[in-house]
T-cell receptor
Framework: AQSVTQPDIHITVSEGASLELRCNYS??????LFWYVQSPGQGLQLLLK??????LVQGIKGFEAEFKRSQSSFNLRKPSVHWSDAAEYFC??????????????FGSGTRLSIRP | DGGITQSPKYLFRKEGQNVTLSCEQN?????MYWYRQDPGQGLRLIYY???????QKGDIAEGYSVSREKKESFPLTVTSAQKNPTAFYLC?????????????FGSGTQLSVL
């Protein structure tokens, strides 16, 4: 069955420290991969996405993610976090089921807290 | 401006009552989705539709029903069979341009049980 797993429910890092949020998926082929961020009371904002090509993807706000086919992973990274990065982060995976669009499902999210 | 409109923003349901959440898009997207978000949790897929008059169950379809009679409209009915309906409901639509797929979200409906 298709699934998305974010194994870390809550992560706390110090401001200025590096960050890695994990995302794993279960699927027989390469899906479409997304990372979204949701701040308190706000909607979902797309950070970055991967469909094909270079497996290291650059996004907004200094985030990047690397697709590793062998590990079925799409981990989100940032070299130095800022207090404003505190939010909920969702990995999403699109499984192509039709020629025009995909079945898109989300992970359960990782809440990021920043220690001053 | 193109976008997705969800209404109402807040909705209250009485015990045993069916309620319908509206989702309209003028983006000409084929695919539409309904997700449920509970506090501190991710988005769970309820139903999705790829074309008019066709829709598929997501991971938590029990207690919900949908219709897709028009391309621009994908209403979600929360039936009395849904015993825990209090949640934030997000509608989305997507379009695939070659290998590039884009997902657009509405602003959501907060459903509460009286």
């Amino acid at each position: 069955a298709q699934s998305v797993t974010q194994p870390d429910i809550h992560i706390t890092v110090s401001e200025g420290a590096s960050l890695e949020l994990r995302c794993n998926y279960s699927y027989g082929a390469t899906p479409y991969l997304f990372w979204y961020v949701q701040s308190p009371g706000q909607g979902l904002q797309l950070l970055l996405k991967y469909f094909s090509g270079d497996t290291l993807v650059q996004g907004i706000k200094g985030f990047e993610a690397e697709f590793k086919r062998s590990q079925s992973s799409f981990n989100l990274r940032k070299p130095s976090v800022h207090w404003s990065d505190a939010a909920e982060y969702f990995c999403a995976v699109g499984f192509p089921v039709y020629s025009s669009a995909s079945k898109i499902i989300f992970g359960s999210g990782t809440r990021l807290s920043i220690r001053p | 401006d193109g976008g997705i409109t969800q209404s109402p923003k807040y909705l209250f349901r009485k015990e045993g009552q069916n309620v319908t959440l509206s989702c309209e898009q003028n983006l000409n997207h084929d695919a539409m989705y309904w997700y449920r978000q509970d506090p501190g949790q991710g988005l769970r897929l309820i139903y999705y539709s790829q074309i008019v008059n066709d829709f598929q169950k997501g991971d938590i379809a029990e207690g919900y029903s949908v219709s897709r009679e028009k391309k621009e409209s994908f209403p979600l009915t929360v039936t009395s069979a849904q015993k825990n309906p209090t949640a934030f409901y997000l509608c989305a639509s997507s379009v695939r341009d070659g290998v590039n797929e884009k997902l657009f979200f509405g602003s959501g409906t907060q459903l509460s049980v009286l």
